[in-house]
């Protein structure tokens, strides 16, 4: 069959055909005089991938679906959650996605015309590339930068659905062979999608541990930061963590690699055949480059516990005390290393994400103020100062060598938003009106109170409590007539948010820092976010046009240790601004 034939069946053009042909989507057989030859199967293809673009699935997402790492289903879910975080189950796109689904999975194709693409269809030549991997919680990211043209080639998101099954409450356990697989998968998808890769980095979820055989190889589900069993009664009324901190003097929360470890080891949980752990991220890296042994790097051996950021080592004399089940603490680098080799591509040692965030999205280290707003909310800076000292709610964690950022956590942030969220919502329920999304509502009203100048309540959005301070309560202050009003409460609880992190600091924190970079789902949805940061911290607010920070800073991390770029101070140019007037 011809193309143009293709055409009338599908109603695709002949340039969005090409299009997908050279994106690698599809594999045209050609007849004796070399024109293509389009079979019944290719014009299957094609309807399938006209129904994910009109879902809003991106082309490098499809391209993971017509390479077998993720499935249909998997694609079309993710693409639900996105809209319902946005949108509701009740809107149109929403809906549209489900219609989607149950033709993709009934292999019918009767739906409306696809508008033209318009990407280029010509193929892309790049200069050396540079790969970075973030093993989040419930999705595996990943990135191609073009190190010489200094820009972001590819992004693609697979979900980490490998929770493993665990025998009583409060364990948080995945699968951690299942991930390596899947993140390999990915890897080897990228590699054969794109020649020129010169480094590939790492970077996850932090906290977490798998334990390890004399082989490097794992004999333990990866037991993750969620995990809730340090918070049990050990005696006496005594947790465990707080039993540790008895022991050792050493504060630890649980979820903590080292209060895990300690909770597995009075329960005699530690596998038999265990001589070390490391993260997930570090355990990718090992199995990447055939390691026996794990390698840290410090911002991710700090996140374990016991660890002494001013010397880059763990605190073996209070760890000591605690007789762990396991005989090997992990080696620990500050430096740009290498672990080893992939298909011979050199891997560097993993980095924690918050810090892989803050490489990946702020151009002048020294200088700025990362505020992310997400589900929780962060606010992360290079400072120094004694661990021990630093103001309550700050933690000094280790970034690269030499720096260190000065790290402020709140509960709230985008789940506070989520909260009143939810109290419209069921107000319009329980008044007979559809369960949808408030969200649209929420922010558009939030805005004409900011632009309108409307009196607004001060609002402690602490509803969730504290890091220190669990039990603590939010609060509403200052309502009168004028301010008790949707818009008004709603736009106090966005200030809120953006206080609570500006609270964490003092003077001598801020000092010298002149730029704050927004990120964040919560920065990207909510337009008046943007304009209350600002106010809030008296500065500029730019945000990273990059997408997966996360990611892009283990590329830009492996840059370094590959010796491709020879330091941070040349990666400034691959960071992009966006003013927020923008």
Same mark, same amino acid.
């Given at each position: 069959?011809?193309?143009?034939?293709?055409?009338?069946?599908?109603?695709?053009?002949?340039?969005?055909?090409?299009?997908?042909?050279?994106?690698?989507?599809?594999?045209?057989?050609?007849?004796?005089?070399?024109?293509?030859?389009?079979?019944?199967?290719?014009?299957?293809?094609?309807?399938?991938?006209?129904?994910?673009?009109?879902?809003?699935?991106?082309?490098?997402?499809?391209?993971?679906?017509?390479?077998?790492?993720?499935?249909?289903?998997?694609?079309?879910?993710?693409?639900?959650?996105?809209?319902?975080?946005?949108?509701?189950?009740?809107?149109?796109?929403?809906?549209?996605?489900?219609?989607?689904?149950?033709?993709?999975?009934?292999?019918?194709?009767?739906?409306?015309?696809?508008?033209?693409?318009?990407?280029?269809?010509?193929?892309?030549?790049?200069?050396?590339?540079?790969?970075?991997?973030?093993?989040?919680?419930?999705?595996?990211?990943?990135?191609?930068?073009?190190?010489?043209?200094?820009?972001?080639?590819?992004?693609?998101?697979?979900?980490?659905?490998?929770?493993?099954?665990?025998?009583?409450?409060?364990?948080?356990?995945?699968?951690?062979?299942?991930?390596?697989?899947?993140?390999?998968?990915?890897?080897?998808?990228?590699?054969?999608?794109?020649?020129?890769?010169?480094?590939?980095?790492?970077?996850?979820?932090?906290?977490?541990?798998?334990?390890?055989?004399?082989?490097?190889?794992?004999?333990?589900?990866?037991?993750?930061?969620?995990?809730?069993?340090?918070?049990?009664?050990?005696?006496?009324?005594?947790?465990?963590?707080?039993?540790?901190?008895?022991?050792?003097?050493?504060?630890?929360?649980?979820?903590?690699?080292?209060?895990?470890?300690?909770?597995?080891?009075?329960?005699?949980?530690?596998?038999?055949?265990?001589?070390?752990?490391?993260?997930?991220?570090?355990?990718?890296?090992?199995?990447?480059?055939?390691?026996?042994?794990?390698?840290?790097?410090?911002?991710?051996?700090?996140?374990?516990?016991?660890?002494?950021?001013?010397?880059?080592?763990?605190?073996?004399?209070?760890?000591?005390?605690?007789?762990?089940?396991?005989?090997?603490?992990?080696?620990?680098?500050?430096?740009?290393?290498?672990?080893?080799?992939?298909?011979?591509?050199?891997?560097?040692?993993?980095?924690?994400?918050?810090?892989?965030?803050?490489?990946?999205?702020?151009?002048?280290?020294?200088?700025?103020?990362?505020?992310?707003?997400?589900?929780?909310?962060?606010?992360?800076?290079?400072?120094?100062?004694?661990?021990?000292?630093?103001?309550?709610?700050?933690?000094?964690?280790?970034?690269?060598?030499?720096?260190?950022?000065?790290?402020?956590?709140?509960?709230?942030?985008?789940?506070?938003?989520?909260?009143?969220?939810?109290?419209?919502?069921?107000?319009?329920?329980?008044?007979?009106?559809?369960?949808?999304?408030?969200?649209?509502?929420? %922010?558009?009203?939030? #805005? =004409? $109170?900011? @632009?309108?100048? +409307?009196?607004?309540? *001060? &609002?402690?959005?602490?509803?969730?409590?504290?890091?220190?301070?669990?039990?603590?309560?939010?609060?509403?202050?200052?309502?009168?007539?004028?301010?008790?009003?949707?818009?008004?409460?709603?736009?106090?609880?966005?200030?809120?948010?953006?206080?609570?992190?500006?609270?964490?600091?003092?003077?001598?924190?801020?000092?010298?820092?002149?730029?704050?970079?927004?990120?964040?789902?919560?920065?990207?949805?909510?337009?008046?976010?943007?304009?209350?940061?600002?106010?809030?911290?008296?500065?500029?607010?730019?945000? %990273?046009?990059?997408? #997966? =920070? $996360?990611? @892009?800073?283990? +590329?830009?991390?492996? *840059? &370094?240790?590959?010796?491709?770029?020879?330091?941070?101070?040349?990666?400034?140019?691959?960071?992009?601004?966006?003013?927020?007037?923008?």
């Amino acid at each position: 069959m011809k193309i143009h034939e293709v055409e009338k069946i599908t109603g695709l053009s002949k340039k969005a055909i090409r299009l997908y042909e050279t994106k690698g989507l599809l594999k045209i057989q050609r007849m004796s005089n070399s024109y293509r030859d389009y079979t019944e199967e290719d014009i299957a293809r094609l309807k399938q991938i006209k129904l994910f673009r009109l879902a809003g699935i991106s082309l490098s997402d499809i391209r993971l679906w017509s390479d077998r790492i993720v499935s249909a289903e998997a694609l079309l879910q993710r693409r639900m959650g996105e809209i319902e975080e946005e949108y509701g189950q009740h809107s149109r796109q929403y809906q549209f996605c489900q219609t989607v689904t149950q033709q993709i999975s009934g292999n019918r194709f009767d739906c409306m015309d696809l508008l033209e693409e318009e990407e280029e269809s010509s193929p892309c030549t790049y200069g050396a590339l540079a790969v970075g991997i973030d093993i989040g919680t419930t999705t595996i990211s990943a990135c191609v930068l073009d190190v010489d043209a200094k820009r972001q080639v590819e992004v693609y998101n697979i979900p980490n659905d490998f929770a493993a099954p665990t025998a009583e409450p409060g364990f948080a356990q995945q699968d951690a062979d299942g991930i390596v697989a899947k993140a390999i998968d990915l890897l080897d998808h990228i590699l054969a999608s794109h020649t020129g890769v010169t480094s590939i980095g790492l970077t996850g979820q932090m906290h977490g541990i798998v334990y390890l055989d004399a082989d490097g190889h794992a004999v333990s589900p990866l037991t993750t930061w969620q995990d809730k069993r340090g918070d049990r009664v050990y005696a006496d009324g005594e947790t465990y963590c707080s039993h540790m901190t008895a022991l050792t003097g050493e504060r630890i929360a649980t979820g903590y690699g080292f209060a895990t470890c300690y909770y597995d080891s009075c329960n005699g949980l530690v596998p038999t055949d265990a001589v070390s752990f490391c993260s997930i991220m570090d355990y990718i890296g090992m199995r990447l480059t055939e390691r026996t042994t794990p390698l840290l790097h410090s911002s991710v051996a700090a996140s374990f516990g016991f660890f002494d950021v001013q010397t880059g080592t763990f605190k073996e004399d209070k760890l000591a005390l605690l007789s762990l089940g396991v005989p090997v603490i992990p080696s620990v680098t500050d430096d740009y290393a290498v672990l080893g080799c992939y298909r011979e591509i050199p891997v560097s040692v993993a980095i924690g994400d918050n810090q892989a965030s803050f490489l990946g999205s702020v151009k002048v280290l020294d200088d700025s103020i990362l505020v992310n707003i997400g589900t929780g909310s962060q606010i992360s800076m290079v400072g120094e100062g004694d661990p021990d000292a630093m103001p309550e709610g700050l933690e000094l964690r280790p970034l690269v060598k030499g720096k260190s950022l000065i790290c402020g956590s709140a509960l709230g942030g985008g789940a506070a938003y989520a909260l009143l969220e939810r109290f419209f919502r069921s107000y319009t329920a329980a008044a007979g009106l559809q369960d949808v999304s408030q969200y649209e509502i929420m %922010n558009r009203i939030s #805005e =004409e $109170a900011y @632009v309108s100048g +409307a009196p607004v309540p *001060t &609002v402690h959005t602490t509803f969730f409590g504290t890091r220190n301070s669990p039990a603590q309560k939010g609060g509403i202050l200052d309502l009168d007539g004028s301010s008790f009003h949707p818009a008004s409460l709603t736009l106090g609880v966005i200030r809120g948010i953006c206080g609570e992190l500006y609270d964490f600091f003092t003077d001598a924190c801020v000092s010298g820092k002149h730029t704050v970079v927004a990120s964040g789902g919560a920065v990207r949805k909510i337009k008046v976010l943007k304009y209350v940061i600002r106010d809030t911290f008296e500065m500029p607010v730019y945000f %990273n046009t990059s997408k #997966e =920070e $996360a990611s @892009v800073g283990a +590329a830009l991390f492996s *840059t &370094v240790a590959a010796k491709t770029v020879p330091s941070l101070d040349g990666v400034s140019g691959f960071i992009q601004y966006q003013s927020i007037d923008r």
